[in-house]
T-cell receptor
Framework: AQSVSQHNHHVILSEAASLELGCNYS??????LFWYVQYPGQHLQLLLK??????LVKGIKGFEAEFIKSKFSFNLRKPSVQWSDTAEYFC????????????FGTGTKLQVIP | DVKVTQSSRYLVKRTGEKVFLECVQD?????MFWYRQDPGLGLRLIYF???????EKGDIPEGYSVSREKKERFSLILESASTNQTSMYLC?????????????FGDGTRLSIL
């Protein structure tokens, strides 16, 4: 069974600071990787996804993530955060085949200080 | 745009009551999911369904059951509510048979069991 680890539970940054949120997964086979975001009071929504091709994936709102297969990692980055990026971020992994069971990480709360 | 609608944003029930949480999606998705979201634990899968009248247990099915009588509707049932079922419940849906399909989430139901 797959598992997902998010190392940072709570991150506080000032506006314009750079962001990197760690995500590691454990699964020996082919995976699909996702980052979701949950803004305060809103539903989870997809930031970006990866399943093949260029390991550097660009998503909405200036976010990007890099898949490093040898490290089983899919870290989320943004060069310069804004106050509006304050949210909880979830990394998720699904396996190919079947109904593609999705496993979520425990989430990282990001607080951006103006 | 995909719309996943959960019947209640907030719900308060008493211990021992039978509780129904309803979810409807409007995109003809085959797969539907119920998660609970707890601080520090991320999202944990309770049950999922890949077709009408089909259901599969997720990671934490104990104390819950589900019903899928129509493709667009997926109900979560707490047979006899207990205080440890106080949580945020999230419904999601996605397409089947296509790799890397993200899940689309509802706004969540915050359930309190007194």
């Amino acid at each position: 069974a797959q598992s997902v680890s998010q190392h940072n539970h709570h991150v506080i940054l000032s506006e314009a600071a750079s962001l990197e949120l760690g995500c590691n997964y454990s699964y020996g086979g082919t995976v699909n990787l996702f980052w979701y975001v949950q803004y305060p009071g809103q539903h989870l929504q997809l930031l970006l996804k990866y399943f093949s091709g260029d390991p550097l994936v660009k998503g909405i709102k200036g976010f990007e993530a890099e898949f490093i297969k040898s490290k089983f990692s899919f870290n989320l980055r943004k060069p310069s955060v804004q106050w509006s990026d304050t949210a909880e971020y979830f990394c998720a992994v699904s396996t190919s085949g079947g109904y593609q069971k999705v496993t979520f990480g425990t989430g990282t709360k990001l607080q951006v200080i103006p | 745009d995909v719309k996943v609608t959960q019947s209640s944003r907030y719900l308060v029930k008493r211990t021992g009551e039978k509780v129904f949480l309803e979810c409807v999606q409007d995109m003809d998705h085959e797969n539907m999911f119920w998660y609970r979201q707890d601080p520090g634990l991320g999202l944990r899968l309770i049950y999922f369904s890949y077709d009408v009248k089909m259901k599969e247990k997720g990671d934490i099915p104990e104390g819950y059951s589900v019903s899928r009588e129509k493709k667009e509707r997926f109900s979560l049932i707490l047979e006899s509510a207990s205080t440890n079922q106080t949580s945020m419940y999230l419904c999601a849906s996605n397409l089947s048979g296509v790799r890397n399909q993200p899940q689309h989430f509802g706004d969540g139901t915050r359930l309190s069991i007194l």
